[in-house]
């Protein structure tokens, strides 16, 4: 092979590497989210008082007499979402209730709003309180909109719900979808009334990712949620715990569901196809 045919290759594979990333620098940047934490950069151990992510103003404060911990290596996927595969998760949950809160920079009232997060049950609740993942008001407010599987005083206890609280009370809803222990993939959208006395809440369970489902698994209408600004991780039930990664908020569906691009991942085959190329023709 000749020094110029290896150069050639060298430089198809780099320069299929080079538009690779900023396919991903171009797609990343092109999102407008609120919030978002993957897990990654954390140090293994304790949550609280860690933060990392984009779009939050304090770190993680945790609650209750269970333990809240996050751990490298162990992220969560679901395909075809776009994670930062393998660099962390965090574990909610142990011998007593426990529960993680951190804030964002934005105060959420006002247009569509939608948060997706990956969890994982570590197991079946049997009774007793909700296992849940929520979006809250602002320190101190009892509003919040939950989605949650184990509440008790609705049996069976293993459907996922959505659970909307604006103050004065609160209205659930039920997807109809039984949890399991496998990774789950769940998306709440808040629709704000211009007038704050008709807020409708959407919950979707393992969706397809391309484009919003034209029904959602569960509604919750009529209710005044108010400003959100909150994000929290809630396991009351003792000997229960769950993991959850990939928290994203934002303003539309994409940019809470994001999927590689089909021209990345042909430009990285492209690369990779090149760099073995070269590989190969070298040992010869």
């Known amino acids: 092979m000749s020094r110029f045919l290896k150069q050639s290759v060298l430089l198809t594979a780099v320069v299929g590497l080079l538009l690779v990333l900023t396919?991903?620098?171009?797609?990343?940047a092109q999102a407008t989210l609120i919030a978002y934490d993957g897990f990654s950069g954390y140090t293994d151990g304790n949550l609280n008082g860690q933060g990392q992510g984009t779009g939050w103003y304090d770190?993680?404060?945790?609650?209750?007499?269970?333990?809240?911990t996050v751990t490298s290596a162990e992220g969560l996927t679901y395909d075809p979402l776009l994670t930062q595969q393998g660099l962390g998760t965090a574990t909610v949950g142990g011998s007593s209730e426990a529960n993680a809160i951190r804030f964002t920079n934005t105060s959420m009232s006002s247009g569509t709003v939608y948060f997706s997060q990956l969890v994982q049950l570590r197991e079946l609740p049997a009774g007793g309180g909700p296992i849940m993942v929520q979006l809250v008001g602002q320190a101190g407010s009892d509003r919040g909109i939950a989605l949650h599987v184990g509440w008790?005083?609705?049996?069976?206890?293993?459907?996922w719900r959505v659970n909307v609280n604006d103050g004065s009370g609160s209205t659930a809803a039920s997807t109809g979808i039984t949890s399991t222990l496998d990774t789950t993939f769940l998306v709440g959208r808040i629709d704000f009334d211009a007038d704050g006395g008709n807020d409708k809440v959407s919950f979707y369970v393992n969706p397809d990712l391309d484009v919003e489902p034209a029904t959602a698994d569960a509604v919750v209408t009529n209710r005044n949620i108010g400003a959100m600004n909150g994000y929290r991780i809630c396991v009351t039930q003792a000997?229960?715990?769950?993991?959850?990664d990939e928290i994203r908020i934002g303003t539309t569906w994409a940019d809470v569901t994001p999927i590689p691009e089909p021209g990345t991942l042909a430009l990285l085959a492209t690369g990779l196809i090149g760099l073995l190329c070269y590989a190969w023709r070298k040992r010869k």
């Open 152 to 159: 008790v005083t609705t049996p069976p206890n293993l459907i």
């Open 23 to 28: 396919l991903m620098a171009t797609g990343t």
């Open 239 to 244: 000997n229960h715990s769950m993991k959850v």
């Open 59 to 68: 770190n993680w404060a945790t609650g209750g007499a269970g333990t809240t």
